[in-house]
């Protein structure tokens, strides 16, 4: 017997880029107020608005969120799993950053039970933040790999993942060599890519921490696994910059270091991109390769602010990314409001359009999953999430003028300003309930 569930409350969606267009001209907004949300078996298989004296039958659980929020689950596209021990850490910049905090900690994970309720934190923690899908680091530990696409797995979520590659430039415990790491991501990519949700992504931490053997190895693996991810960092810090160009002085940039060793294509996530040119961003763009932008991360270490503009013009894809942690929290809101701060330094007006289809559809479309996530459209799996619209005395008044409106402003521009004040002020503290596939994973309280 099939199991259907309808939830009732305001369904907002974006279905196309709506670019950097003034939010009262921007295409494929769409709000659908008080209308029941049809999932059946764990797809979403229609809305129909409320009228009185009518809904869903008897056969369909209902779950009535009057008047808040619902939004397909935000994806996260650059997070690190065992980060969560040094979120908030004081005063380094990147490469102190990762000898003071990250190695330390990620050299814990060794230990299995470490690993395993570090990895059920981590997943919990995603959930109860909004986020349904996730392209994470765990770190090189096999194990801890295994951990976390066990946790994943048990909960039915969409996560991409794979064991971190490093064989150089970091402390004992936490270097592999290059035949061991490659026989390890073969067994990982036979047992997990493709298990339920989950995909495997060749992990190159960056490419000071991996010999061109094993870079080399790390591309290989791309070739003889069609349908895996590669994920890794660029162009964060121009410190790190500076230090790949004397680790690779044949490269043109250091973008083309991966490139060379085959390691950009149209499934490849790479975090940050600050310190690109327009010959990388065309590479970029050719290669099909995205950018995971980590706003709250880059601000947080002060490595620089991302010319997502540059981006548009040159075609290629941008994902929200919340790098905990370098990026001081889950909360993919939080994130969007620190990617408007970003792009207002840079002269860009940033909407609540633009940077939601960048955490939900666009992220979908870039990872080749719009047809199973991001969006609330038929045949979706229903990944969702529900929101109060405002928490808090300042927040609930700045909602209630924004419901108000203002005259002479067009029905988009109003909502505009409601969703950007719930995008600007909300927070964890804001969701009620998360939902994978239909099934509820997450409920405040």
């Known amino acids: 017997m099939s199991q259907r569930l309808a939830l009732f409350g305001d369904l907002l969606d974006i279905e196309v880029d709506p670019g950097f267009a003034a939010p009262g001209d921007a295409a494929g907004v769409r709000y659908r107020p008080d209308h029941w949300l049809l999932v059946e078996d764990g797809r979403i298989v229609g809305a ?52 003071t905090y990250t190695f330390p900690a990620e050299l814990r994970y060794a230990d299995p039970l470490v690993a395993a309720s570090g990895a059920e934190r981590f997943v919990d923690a995603l959930l109860a933040h909004g986020t349904t899908s996730a392209v994470v680091f765990p770190t090189v530990h096999k194990g801890a790999t295994e951990a976390l696409f066990t946790s994943a797995r048990a909960r039915g979520m969409r996560l991409v993942a794979g064991k971190v590659l490093m064989d150089r430039h970091a402390p004992d415990g936490l270097r592999d060599d290059v035949l061991q790491a490659e026989r390890d991501c073969a067994d990982l990519i036979a047992r997990w890519h493709g298990n339920g949700r989950l995909s495997y992504a060749v992990t190159v931490r960056f490419a000071a921490t991996s ?4 870079l080399a190895m790390a591309g ?21 910059v500076r230090w790949i160009a004397e680790l690779f002085p044949e490269a043109r940039s250091y973008l ?12 490849a996530v790479l975090a940050h991109g600050i310190w690109l040119d327009d010959t990388d961003r065309a590479l970029l ?128 521009t109003a909502l505009h300003e409601r969703v ?20 509820c994973r997450h409920e405040r309280g």
């Open 220 to 240: 290989r693996l791309c070739r003889e696994h069609p349908g895996v991810y590669m994920q890794t960092h660029v162009a964060e810090n121009t410190d790190e």
């Open 420 to 439: 950007f004040a719930w995008m600007t002020l909300g927070d964890e503290r804001n969701l009620v309930a998360t939902y994978v596939a239909g099934a």
């Open 285 to 412: 763009r050719d290669t099909g390769a995205q950018i995971a932008f980590c706003p709250s991360s880059n601000l947080f270490l002060g490595s620089g602010l991302f010319d997502w503009q540059a981006a548009v013009d040159t075609g290629y894809r941008v994902s929200m990314a919340s790098d905990v942690g370098g990026g001081t929290s889950l909360s993919m809101l939080r994130t969007l409001a620190d990617a408007y701060k970003v792009q207002a330094l840079r002269g860009v007006k940033l909407s609540a359009w633009k940077a939601l289809h960048a955490a939900t559809r666009g992220a979908a479309e870039a990872l080749g999953l719009a047809h199973e996530m991001g969006h609330l459209g038929h045949g979706a799996l229903a990944d969702l999430a529900v929101w109060d619209w405002a928490v808090g005395p300042v927040a609930t008044h700045r909602d209630a003028v924004a419901r108000r409106g203002r005259a002479g402003v067009s029905p988009l």
């Open 211 to 214: 010999t061109p053997e094993q």
């Open 48 to 99: 129909e608005p409320a009228r009185a004296g009518s809904g869903p039958d008897a056969s369909w659980q209902r779950v009535d969120h009057a008047g808040r929020l619902i939004t397909p689950g935000f994806i996260d596209t650059h997070v690190h799993c065992p980060q969560l021990d040094v979120i908030a850490s004081y005063g380094t910049a990147l490469l102190e950053w990762l000898n």
């Open 256 to 267: 083309d270091v991966y490139h060379r060793h085959g390691l950009l294509h149209e499934r």
